[in-house]
């Protein structure tokens, strides 16, 4: 049972004389300096604080936390305090959140992190707006990196298994209150793992209407040392867990395309993404075969071949080598991953005169230095189709003959079958800003061949106006057969001082330069340079005006 603290009660809350439009509900555990942040944050809001409330759920984190939140509750008579039992996880703070909320929609927001100024102004305007049940306000990771399709435009009525709702099943969400409680929609309580999928793909299968609002950042999630997801799991407790949202999924999905979809979100990121590589790898062998013991009875029950056809062609492999249970190739497989050696070399770079700065790279992928991927062509012979003994077209299929496992009998007929991957091999080139960090795509395309990758880059395009880089260094991803590689780009200077410095129409001069290692930055001038920047747009600007008429 919780205890009602003084501000806890409704008499003392002047918040209550209007209409609340929002709840941020906070489960609160003995917080760190961090929480100031957040209440930084809540004290920022755009939103009167005639219009929202702040929900702190203690966990029973006893004193001083209790004078903390006595404290910050005291000259904020929109902030109440929840004294609970410890529960030690924060569904059952949570839900008593929910229980006590008066506000029209509740915004789950965890004590390390913070929202934005006018994030819960924005969400509430969008939730009316869209009569919305779940709105999904976009999250920005602060130290950690987030999922970007979600977010990269607004959707006002999204949809499950077809809009990418799957990218983020966080709790930091707002969902209609009412919405919450006709539908008995609450957070598993006690320590339960993906306790927040529970809860957030019950209110997916629930709603009405989910929205996501893409173009205004809401809430700020940041990375913290020692978190429970930074953990390694333990496979007995936490695959049961998975096992639970699985049962979920199929008890509100009809079998078919859309189940495949789903079920393959949790496939790829919680099983096979920690059979992949140097993750595979570096597991000590008695946590590796207990991972092993639990996962390989749940993939033969919960995931067919519909789950696996959606998969990249490294998944696929893995999935079915997990599945005939060949542990020995798994490892091996993992070990041929992390001894892929990724190189890119520039062998040719020259400007034109039209201010497009081209590149021809070499980029190659070995493995004990021999080529990592070899793919043998054949042509399927032709099959005969139908009573009339019309015959099919014949058919190129390439497969990739350089897998080290021991035997492909037993496997899928076309499992090492990448002609869907190979179509989509792409090389991109980002430039890492010296005085920022920030990362920037800069060009890139899909190659004929890998010998010879051609990348063009238009510095006008590449940098705004009032863009001060002034450069950075230059790196290489690489996509090959459904495998991902990042590399620093390479040069010897002699390549490098044939392309010169940029002509005119390239706006402020830009050089590529060769550091002591052989790595390639990308040096621009700033501030000086802005006549030739105002040149290199007015071109482009008569150039588009040329090609419309």
């Not at 799957?166 to 008995?184: D, Q, Y």
């Not at 709603?207 to 700020?220: G, M």
């Not at 990249?312 to 599945?323: D, E, K, N, Q």
């Not at 989509?424 to 890998?450: K, Q």
Request: charged share 30%; net charge positive; glycine share 8%.
């Amino acid at each position: 049972m919780r205890r009602l603290s003084q501000s806890d009660r409704p008499e003392n809350s002047s918040s209550t004389a209007g209409t609340i439009r929002v709840s941020v509900v906070v489960p609160v555990f003995r917080p760190g300096p961090s929480f100031d942040d957040l209440i930084a944050s809540l004290d920022r809001q755009t939103l009167g604080t005639s219009s929202f409330e702040v929900i702190l759920c203690d966990d029973g984190s006893g004193e001083p936390t209790g004078a903390r939140l006595a404290d910050i509750a005291r000259d904020r008579p929109h902030v109440r305090v929840l004294s609970l039992e410890h529960s030690g996880w924060p569904g059952m703070p949570r839900n008593h959140g929910v229980e006590a909320a008066r506000g029209t929609y509740v915004q789950f927001v965890d004590q390390d992190d913070y929202l934005f100024d006018r994030a819960l102004e924005k969400l509430c305007d969008y939730a009316d707006l869209h009569a919305s049940d779940v709105i999904v306000g976009k999250e920005v990771g602060i130290g950690r990196r987030l999922p970007s399709r979600i977010f990269s435009h607004d959707v006002p009525r999204a949809v499950l298994g077809s809009d990418p709702l799957l990218e983020m099943l966080t709790p930091h969400k707002m969902f209609r209150t009412s919405f919450l409680r006709a539908n008995g929609i609450r957070f598993p309580e006690g320590k339960v793992r993906l306790e927040d999928h529970l809860f957030v793909m019950q209110a997916y299968f629930a709603a009405s209407t989910i929205s996501i609002l893409a173009s205004e950042p809401c809430y700020a999630w940041v990375k913290e040392p020692g978190s429970a997801s930074s953990s390694r799991i333990d496979p007995e407790s936490y695959f049961p867990h998975l096992e639970t949202v699985l049962d979920l999924v199929e008890a509100n999905t009809e079998p078919g395309k859309l189940r495949d979809r789903l079920l393959r979100h949790w496939f790829r990121g919680k099983i096979l993404k920690r059979l992949s590589g140097r993750q595979m790898v570096r597991y000590p062998d008695d946590y590796r075969d207990r991972l092993l013991d639990v996962v390989t009875p749940l993939v033969q029950k919960k995931f067919g071949p519909g789950v696996d056809a959606g998969l990249g062609f490294p998944h696929r492999i893995r999935a079915a080598l997990l599945r005939a249970e060949r542990r020995d190739d798994l490892l091996a497989f993992a070990r041929f991953e992390t001894e892929i050696a990724c190189r890119a070399v520039v062998t040719e770079a020259r400007w034109s005169r039209g201010g497009g700065l081209h590149l021809t790279l070499r980029v190659t992928l070995t493995r004990d230095g021999h080529d990592a991927f070899v793919f043998e062509s054949t042509v399927e012979a032709p099959k005969t189709v139908g009573t009339e003994g019309a015959v099919a077209g014949s058919k190129k299929v390439t497969r990739l003959i350089s897998l080290p496992v021991s035997a492909i009998g037993g496997l899928p007929e076309n499992l090492l079958v990448a002609d869907r991957e190979l179509r989509n091999d792409r090389v991109d080139l980002f430039l890492t800003d010296g005085e920022t960090g920030a990362e920037l795509r800069i060009g890139g395309r899909h190659p004929r061949t890998l010998d010879a990758a051609r990348v063009s880059i238009d510095p006008v395009k590449v940098f705004g106006p009032n863009d001060e880089s002034r450069g950075g260094a230059l790196t290489v991803k690489v996509r090959r057969a459904g495998w991902t590689f990042e590399t620093p780009l390479e040069a010897t200077p002699a390549v490098l001082a044939r392309a010169g410095r940029s002509p005119l129409l390239a706006g402020r001069t830009c050089t590529l330069v060769a550091a002591d290692d052989g790595t390639v930055e990308l040096r621009r001038e700033w501030p000086g340079g802005r006549m030739k920047d105002l040149a290199g747009r007015a071109a482009r600007r008569l150039r588009a005006l040329a090609r419309r008429h």
